[in-house]
Structures are given as C-alpha cells and as structure tokens.
C-alpha cells in the first residue's frame, strides 16, 4: 500500500512531467562564465598533467573517439560521428523519440538493454575530449564534442525518449554538462551556447519533478541530488538554483546517514555501488562541505579495507560498469583514485596510490596541488578488521587479503544483491586466487543475469540446486535468507570468523580460520536441517570454487592456482574444466574455470577446505 505522501508526489511529479512535455520551459537565463567558478582552472590542470603517461594515454583514448570507436563498458562500440543515441549497439534495437513515460525500458525485448543505451548518453566520452581540448588546445575535439551535442538535442528533445526515462541518467548527464561547460565552454558560438543553457537548465527541471524518492531510494537519489545542487551551486544564474541547491544539499545530508552504515559500509551491499556512493559525496563535499567527515572518512575506511593489497576492488554484488567520473580502464581499478582522493581530500592516506591515480580524478576535482602528493609505498593497512553492519571482515598477512562476506542481501527486494553469503575472496598481491566472477547484464538476458547474481556463481554453498534466495525479475528476492555473523577474533597469529545463513528449511554455517604465518585458510561448512521443506535424508550439496586464471589438478581433491596458492578438499570434486564465467564490465563476459565439490546423503553434511597461499619472494 502506498502512503498519501507517496500518492501526492508521484501525480504531481506526472502532472509537472506532462506540463513539461506539452509546454517545454523556454527561459531567458543570464550567461554563465567559463570556466565556472568553484571548480578548479581547467589551464593550471593541464599544465600539471602535461608530459604524463596519463595525459599520453588520454589523448590516445581520444583519438579513437575521433574515428568513431566509442569505449563504452568493457568494449568499444562502432558509433561514428552521428550516433544512434536510442539504439543498444549490442541487439540493434532502437526505440521511438517520444514521451519517455511510455518507453517500456525493463523490457530488453522490445527496447534492447537500457544500459548500453543509457551509458552512451552519459556523454562522459565527450567530457574525456574536453579534457583533451584543455591538454593539446586541439580544435578539433570541441569541434567534435559540440557537433555530438547538437545531434542529441536533436534526436532526444527534452522529454522525450528512452534517455530520459532514467532520472539518474539525467544526472549523469547533467554532470557530463557542467564539466564540458567549465572545460571548453568559450569555444562554444553565442547561438548554441544559449541553447545548452537552456538545455542544461531543462535537465534541471527534470531532475527537480522527478527524484527517486520511492522508486529507488538509494544511488539513484544521491546521484540525481549530486547534480541538482551541483546545477544550483555553479549556476547561480538560474532562476531556480538557491532551491535547487538547498533542497539537494537536504537529501544528500539525510541520505548520508540512511544509505551508509556507521561502520562506513553501503547499505546496498555492493561493493562497486560503495565507490559510486562514495566518490558522490566526496564530489558534494569539494563544492559545499558536509556538516561534518566522519561518516566520509569511515566510508573510505571500509573501501581501503575491501581492496587487494594493489588495490584490487572484488565486485561483491551487482556492478553496472559506470563510474561518476572517467569511467575508462579496468573496473577493478576504480578504487585506486577513489582512495587517492579521500586521502587528499580527508588530509590522511588511506591506501597508497601516485600520480597516475591522482590524474584519474582528483587533479580535476582539486586542481594542481594534488600532483606530487603521494601516500607512502609501505603504508601500513589495517591488519584484519570486522564491519559488523555491512557484514564484512577483512583478513590480511603480507600481500595477501582474504574478504569474507557474513552479512545480508541489501534492503527492500535486496536488488543489487547477489546470492553469495558466506563467500570469500582471496587476493595474493596482484594475483587474483579466488575471485567474485561479476555480474555481465541487468536485463539484457534473463538468464545470464540469474547465473551471474546465483550462488553457483559464486565461492559459497548450494543445497540441492537452490539459491539463498528466490529471484523474482532483474531487481528482486524473495524470502531473502537470515545472515549472521557469529563470532570474530583476530589476533597477530590467527583470525577466526564463524557465520551462518538460513534459507529454505536449512542452516549453512562457516567457519574460516586464517593462520597468517603459515598462509593457511582453513574453511569449515556445516549444512544442517532445521526445518522443512528441507528433504533432510537425500541432499545434495554443492560448493563452488572460482580461481584465478590458472588452475590445475595436482591429485585427488588437491589444485594449484596461479604461482602460490593450492586448494584441498576432503570431498569429491568435478567440473575442472572450463565451464564457468565471469565479468571484467556489464555487457562482457568471458569462459573461466569453476572447481564444484559435491557431497550427497543425509543432513547434517560437513566439508572441510583449505587454501595454501605461499609468501611472497
């Protein structure tokens, strides 16, 4: 049932959609300087950046934007010049320019995959060139950026289509705005620079009606609030900036105690929507401070402790590709320049990082005296730690890192969760020895989508071909299981975490011991009957190991993984080969192998594993 509330805001968010829609605003707003005030001087930027492998890099990356080959996610899309903005490169399919409340978007059949449609006209590629006019003063890129803006204001007028169908799409793209309108706006004519005015401004007003206060209560929120009050703080010559500003800077405050647990973790139990999350309010709070960091600096705590000792971020739960700022390289890396800028930001370092990381982002956002600022090499990282509210403990010895996740599915229909309670991942320095495969799709396959949020697709145990949970839709759960932490103790020998998990009539308990001297893990599952519907004379029970890039078989129940780990089991294994898969970025995915240990019979059914990791030369 809804609330009153609910009800009075979502008809007059419809009214003011369609009053828009039939009536399109067409204000008269007074100029806007360029660069914008508030942010730093795009020349003094790249003055520092000059003569940098990144810089070199980036000029690389844009010379194939350029030629048409756009990176989009994990692969590069042949869009040329002019492209098909409301197409999903990957099916073909491309949808009408109408009233977007009627663009059917959840429905990859008729409309393709919404995120490959939608990340294009997040036009952070067209940022990626205005950062490139700002570094070479090559015309040629803001030629281009500006002749890729006039063809979506064309194909997309405002309200209309498949890219406004998303309020947080919109925010992306209003972002991607204001940073090519601080970067190069002064090489836009007279003409067409009163046009992306008032079209920035439109994007505004759409923002404004249409808030995920109830759809999606989470990143959705902050990032469309993020570019609200960014629009009402950088431009105050909009006739409705001061609300704009006030009221987002409102929900961004509120929201910060809501979606980030006291422990710094986000609460929607995904590790790739932390970054997000976290890189939103590290942006705010450059542009108006928070009232106060502590909740910011525990969030940078939790990242630090979730990555590898090279800064590895393991994709626990979904992952969608995208990024707040510079959304190109390896999604794994992402965490690096995330942390280089709290450091600076928060004035203490929180995981070492150099130049490169920096250059990434916090140059941009902080300006030159972010350059030449680095954490030390040998920082000393928190030797093991427990994020109770997240669920969430960190083991580490040397370069090796052991993450093991003891907490629940997210909030409501946990929708960005996967059924992986009692997982592990396991890092040794820059070798991945048992990795979480990722996520691929949202809704572009209904049933890769299920293989890659299910328990088989990750380190933790299945009970008779059933997940934790039961999946309903691309953002749903149902009867989401109990999850507990149990027990922690960590000393300078041994760490000791014991969880359990209870669904379907079962109870599946985890015992995983980390003896740092030697590298041993040693995990102990318990499967036991509590309950029905649970047959607990005939079970059959999976659990499922997914390693690195290199396995293999050295005896009976006995593998090694890559150069220094080897895994032991006491039960039967099957399934070596290469019949599993994983995900570097939405919308790719690649064969990878998958060790399944099985074990039939009669409940209470005990396996017991261990995880070799040699010290590092």
């Known amino acids: 049932m809804r609330s009153a509330a609910e009800i009075h805001f979502r008809l007059r968010r419809e009214l003011a959609n369609i009053l828009l829609y039939a009536f399109p605003p067409k204000p008269h707003l007074a100029d806007a300087a360029s660069p914008l005030p508030g942010l730093p001087d795009p020349a003094r930027v790249a003055h520092a950046l000059k003569g940098t492998p990144w810089a070199a890099d980036l000029v690389g990356l844009a010379e194939q934007i350029l030629a048409g080959h756009i990176p989009l996610l994990g692969a590069f899309i042949e869009a040329g010049p002019d492209p098909a903005w409301r197409r999903d490169y990957l099916s073909g399919k491309e949808t009408a320019a109408i009233f977007f409340r009627r663009i059917p978007y959840l429905d990859a059949d008729k409309v ?39 063809h979506w204001m064309r194909e997309n007028p405002f309200q209309c289509g498949i890219n406004w169908a998303s309020s947080l799409e919109v925010g992306f793209r209003t972002l991607s705005w204001i940073w090519i309108f601080h970067l190069m706006g002064g090489e836009m004519d007279a003409a067409f620079r009163k046009e992306f005015l008032i079209q920035l401004y439109r994007h505004g007003l759409h923002l404004e009606y249409n808030l995920s206060f109830y759809f999606s209560p989470n990143t959705h929120l902050l990032g469309e609030a993020l570019a609200l009050h960014a629009l009402g703080f950088l431009f105050p010559g909009f006739s409705r900036s001061a609300h704009w500003r006030e009221m987002a800077r409102k929900i961004l405050v509120e929201q910060l105690e809501i979606q980030v647990h006291p422990d710094g973790g986000y609460f929607e139990q995904s590790t790739y ?46 992952d969608d590709g995208g990024r707040l700022f510079h959304p190109f390289g390896p999604r794994d890396r992402f965490a690096r320049a995330t942390l280089a800028t709290c450091s600076l930001v928060l004035g203490r370092a929180f995981f070492p990082y150099v130049d490169g990381d920096v250059s990434e982002q916090a140059v941009w956002w902080l300006g030159p005296r972010a350059m030449g600022r680095h954490a030390p090499a040998q920082l000393e990282l928190d030797a ?34 996967h059924s992986d309670s009692l997982s592990l991942v396991v890092t040794a320095g820059t070798e991945e020895v048992l990795i979480d495969p990722g996520t691929y799709t949202y809704v572009g396959d209904p049933v890769w989508r299920e293989y890659f949020r299910g328990s088989a697709a990750h380190n933790t145990i299945r009970v008779n071909a059933r997940d934790q949970a039961e999946p309903v839709g691309p953002f749903r759960w149902r009867n989401k299981p109990r999850v507990e932490l149990l027990s922690w103790k960590s000393d300078p020998g041994v760490d000791r975490a014991e ?30 009957a509590v309950s029905a519907p649970v047959e607990a004379g005939n079970c059959q029970v999976e659990q499922f190991w997914h ?24 039960a039967r294994a099957e399934g070596v080969g290469q019949d ?38």
Request: include cysteine; charge should be neutral.
């Open 112 to 150: 393709g995959d919404h995120k490959n449609i939608w990340e294009l006209s997040r036009h952070q590629h067209l940022v990626l060139l205005a950062q490139v006019f700002v570094l070479t003063g090559d015309a040629r890129y803001s030629r281009f950026v500006i002749a890729q803006l006039r």
């Open 547 to 570: 390693p690195g890039e290199r396995v293999t078989e050295q005896g009976p129940g006995c593998w090694s993984i890559g150069d220094r780990a080897e895994l032991t089991t006491d």
């Open 580 to 617: 599993g898969w994983r995900s570097d970025a939405l919308a790719s995915k690649r064969e990878a192998r998958v060790l399944v240990v099985t074990a039939s019979g009669a409940l209470p059914i005990e396996l017991k594993t261990t995880l070799r990791v040699r010290k590092a030369p």
């Open 499 to 528: 969880a359990a998990c209870w669904y379907a009539g079962i109870r599946h308990s985890r015992t995983v011991t980390f003896e740092k001297v030697h590298g041993l893990l040693t995990i102990t599952d318990m499967i036991s």
């Open 273 to 318: 929507y932390h970054v997000y999350a976290l890189d939103m309010y590290l942006f705010h709070h450059l542009l108006e401070p928070l009232p106060g960091t502590d909740r910011l600096a525990a969030m940078a705590e939790f990242l630090a402790n979730m990555v590898g000792t090279d800064g590895q971020l393991p994709f626990l739960g979904d």
């Open 384 to 417: 093991s730690r427990c994020f109770p509210q997240f669920g969430l403990v960190s083991m580490r010895s040397d370069d090796l890192h052991v993450l093991f996740d003891c907490g629940p599915f997210g909030p409501w229909g946990g929708g960005h969760s």
